[in-house]
C-alpha cells in the first residue's frame, strides 16, 4: 500500500504539488509550507509525518528539496 500523501517532483518554476489521497490539495516551496498544508488538510503533529514512508512519499527528486540546484 502506498502512502496517502505525495509530494511530487518540481516545477520548473520551484515548488513541489502535494496529493492527498490522489487529490491535489496544493503547492509548496518549504517544509514549513508542507506541514501548514498538511495541518490545514487535518494532520495533527505533521512535522514528524516528514519522515514516515507510511504516510509521506517524496516522488521524482530528493526529500525536503524544492528548488532547483544547490540552494
Not at 514549513?32 to 490545514?40: K, V
Not at 519522515?51 to 544547490?70: L, M, N, S, T, V
Amino acid at each position: 500500500m502506498s502512502a496517502p500523501i505525495v509530494v511530487h517532483g518540481l516545477y520548473l518554476t520551484g515548488g513541489r504539488a502535494v496529493t492527498i489521497n490522489d487529490e491535489i490539495v496544493g503547492l509548496v516551496y518549504d517544509d514549513w509550507g508542507l506541514i501548514e498544508l498538511l495541518g490545514w488538510a487535518g494532520l495533527y503533529d505533521a512535522e514528524h509525518c516528514l519522515e514516515d514512508a507510511q504516510w509521506i512519499e517524496w516522488r521524482g527528486g530528493w526529500p525536503h528539496r524544492y528548488r532547483w540546484g544547490y540552494s
